[in-house]
């Protein structure tokens, strides 16, 4: 069975700041782990995905995640943030590109001025 | 964009009522699947089509059925629906099954409402 735990519901983070967003998964399979984003009143887009390449994924807008198989953990980073990073992010977990995909419960990031 | 389209938007229902969702993909996209988001809450897997036979089901019951079609659209119908059937609907599609290349599209939604 695969899960995914994403740590901290709500994430506020200072214009600029570091943005790091928390994801251990758990999956008996070798997992493709993905990052999604969902702004308010819409469906979700595709940050990145993880399909056993290279460790360190780089995504849009300027997010990658490490993928880290001794800590089981796919965390998203982005060096500076900007308002318009103000969103729901979702980490997920399946077994194969196309599969059906785990989510995680969300975290909220919120930017202040 | 992701050239996924879903209709209605927003659609509210009462208890008992049944209710059809729609989903049309992209060109050429075989599978299609269909995902339950509650408020506050992550996606939650129903089931997924590909060539128009079911191909995998979450924990959902069988009032929730599906059909995809020749021409890349596809449907979530419910019945007896349930105020906990309240949630944002999401149809995801992608070109197959197998291959790191694959990305699922997600559409914007269908949020259902049963009062």
């Known amino acids: 069975a695969q899960s995914v735990t994403q740590l901290g519901s709500h994430v506020s983070v200072s214009e600029g700041a570091l943005v790091l967003l928390r994801c251990n998964y758990s999956s008996s399979v070798p997992p493709y782990l993905f990052w999604y984003v969902q702004y308010p009143n819409q469906g979700l887009q595709l940050l990145l995905k993880?399909?056993?390449?290279?460790?360190l994924v780089k995504g849009i807008n300027g997010f990658e995640a490490e993928f880290k198989k001794s800590e089981t953990s796919f965390h998203l980073t982005k060096p500076s943030a900007h308002m318009s990073d103000a969103a729901e992010y979702f980490c997920a977990v399946s077994d194969s590109s196309a599969s059906k995909i785990i989510f995680g419960s969300g975290t909220r990031l919120s930017i202040r001025p | 964009e992701t050239g996924v389209t879903q209709s209605p938007t927003h659609l509210i229902k009462t208890r008992g009522q049944q209710v059809t969702l729609r989903c049309s993909s992209q060109s050429g996209h075989n599978t299609v699947s269909w995902y339950q988001q509650a408020l506050g809450q992550g996606p939650q897997f129903i089931f997924q089509?590909?060539?128009?036979?079911?191909?995998g089901r979450g924990n959902f019951p069988p009032r929730f059925s599906g059909l995809q079609f020749p021409n890349y659209s596809s449907e979530l119908n419910v019945n007896a629906l349930e105020l906990d059937d309240s949630a944002l609907y999401l149809c995801?599609?992608?070109?197959?099954?197998?291959?790191?290349?694959?990305?699922?599209?997600f559409g914007p939604g269908t949020r259902l409402l049963v009062l």
């Open positions: 993880y399909t056993s390449a290279a460790t």
């Open positions: 089509y590909y060539r128009e036979e079911e191909n």
């Open positions: 995801a599609s992608s070109l197959g099954l197998a291959g790191d290349q694959e990305t699922q599209y």
